[in-house]
């Protein structure tokens, strides 16, 4: 692994001769805690914001959040509403036939089954599942029947009204609603490995500034604050690197 110097002067390096635009635009949903929400102050916070934070601080680039629905994501990256994705996406070949990743910095991880029910049938049942999700396309393979929704908030609600059996979703996204649900919601089923952790996403012509980015994982990484952060927001049962 390269040394944690080489990497920083790397980082340097890029950000001064890279980019000619003055700020880095930021794009993320705002609506899928830890990773990423808006506070009680109405400015976006989570995981994804202070490692963003870091990241462009590290790359000495002016950076900016920017927010957007999750279904159209992808698409107003690729037309230039902002430069990167930082909204819980995780790696898929689908996703790099349309633009590219950095690094993960989450660890690959798994999807998991909540219910109202200890016995729901989750191959059989009614799952739901955010749109255009990897989750939602795993459903759809399943053979239980899929209905998908435009937030994840509005996955859980299908739930709890008895319009779902269940809902798939990332474990770590549904572990904290669980436990606040007292007892409501349980865990059904197995867990299911999916995608090849998440990434930052970037528009496959801004190859700069994807190795800029790449240069400040890697850093993070090799210092341990990485980890750290990983820790902070998601728990000691997190994975790390």
């Given amino acids: 692994m ?5 990497v920083t002067a790397a980082v340097a390096l890029t950000a001064g001769t890279a980019f000619a635009q003055d700020v880095i635009r930021m794009g993320t949903e705002g609506a899928y805690p830890p990773y990423n929400f808006i506070n009680d102050s109405g400015a976006v916070d989570g995981f994804e ?12 680039l002016t950076c900016e959040w920017v927010t957007n629905e999750w279904d159209s994501i992808i698409p107003n990256l690729v037309s ?5 994705i930082m909204a819980g996406m995780s790696i898929t070949d689908e996703r790099e036939e349309v633009i590219d990743f950095t690094q993960n910095y989450y660890p690959p991880t798994e999807s998991a089954y909540v219910s109202t029910m200890a016995d729901a049938d989750v191959t ?3 799952v739901s599942a955010q749109a255009a999700t990897i989750q939602a396309a795993h459903v759809a393979e399943s053979g239980a029947a899929l209905i998908e929704f435009a937030t994840p908030e509005e996955t859980i609600a299908a739930v709890r009204n008895g319009e779902a059996d269940a809902v798939f ?3 770590d996204y549904l572990k904290p609603i669980v436990d606040a649900s007292g007892g409501e919601l349980t865990f059904v089923g197995d ?21 800029t980015f790449d240069a400040a994982i890697g850093s993070m990484k090799e210092d341990g604050t990485l980890n750290e952060l990983l820790v902070k927001w998601f728990g000691d049962e997190v994975g790390t690197y």
Avoid: H, Q, W
């Fill in 80 to 84: 230039g509403n902002y430069d990167t």
């Fill in 124 to 126: 059989a049942g009614v």
């Fill in 169 to 171: 979703a990332d474990y």
């Fill in 2 to 6: 390269k040394k944690l110097a080489f």
């Fill in 191 to 211: 867990r299911v490995p999916l995608g090849g952790g998440v990434g930052m996403g970037l528009r496959e012509s801004d190859a700069e500034l994807k190795a």
């Fill in 49 to 60: 914001i202070e490692l963003g934070n870091e990241l462009c601080a590290r790359a000495e």
